[in-house]
């Protein structure tokens, strides 16, 4: 079967670094997103890898390693407005995303 | 402003009735979903649409229906509703050809309870 694996919850202190990781066992891949998710809505769009390595972008970055079948969401500088799920996803040989339960980050003064 | 509208917003529905939600994007994109969101577990994915005419069935799509007769619109039936449907319901979509390399953007969702 399909697999998406992260943590149910993590608890980070402002203008701290926070890594969330996220492990998959899929059929096939083509690429693996993240997204954030307020309470009460709608996820909104992170990153996407498809090739190994880290992209940064701003106080976010995600690294992918396909041979691990492993991503992690690195977050620096935290806001008290990270306090979020955050949501892993890949897509699999039909091109379909395969969405993890999300990991909920909360974010103390 | 542009974006995806998911309409009710809420609604509790007592079982066995019949109930459509809607959704509809101003983005003109091809590709558009839908999941259900429930605690504990990810997005699952219930029907999709790669273009106006055509749809496809996702992960659970048993008890739900779907129609894509344009671009804008893709509302989700289910015909006779069952308490295991209460969930919240996540709308989608995406820009090319649909499938999972594109960014997808979500409407607001319908939180929906079966009685």
């Known amino acids: 079967g399909q697999n998406i694996d992260q943590p149910t919850e993590m608890t980070a202190t402002e203008g701290a670094i926070v890594q969330i990781n996220c492990t998959y066992q899929?059929?096939?891949?083509?690429?693996l997103f993240w997204y954030q998710q307020h309470a009460g809505e709608a996820p909104t769009f992170l990153s996407y890898n498809v090739l190994d390595g880290l992209e940064e972008k701003g106080r976010f970055s995600s690294f992918l390693s396909r041979s691990k079948g492993y991503s992690y969401l690195l977050l620096k500088e935290l806001q008290m407005k990270d306090s979020a799920s955050y949501l892993c996803a890949v897509s699999d040989s039909n091109y379909q995303l395969i969405w993890g339960a999300g990991t909920k980050l909360i974010i103390k003064p | 402003i542009a974006g995806i509208t998911q309409a009710p917003t809420s609604q509790i529905l007592a079982a066995g009735r019949r109930m459509t939600l809607r959704c509809t994007q101003d983005m003109r994109h091809n590709a558009m979903y839908w999941y259900r969101q429930d605690l504990g577990l990810g997005l699952r994915l219930i029907h999709y649409s790669n273009t106006a005419g055509t749809t496809g069935k996702g992960e659970v799509p048993d008890g739900y229906s779907v129609s894509r007769a344009n671009t804008d619109d893709f509302p989700l039936t289910l015909a006779s509703a069952v308490p295991s449907q209460t969930s919240v319901y996540f709308c989608?979509?995406?820009?090319?050809?649909?499938?999972?390399?594109?960014?997808?953007?979500f409407g607001p969702g319908t939180r929906l309870t079966v009685l």
């Open positions: 989608a979509s995406s820009d090319g050809q649909g499938g999972g390399t594109d960014t997808q953007y």
């Open positions: 899929t059929s096939g891949f083509n690429g």
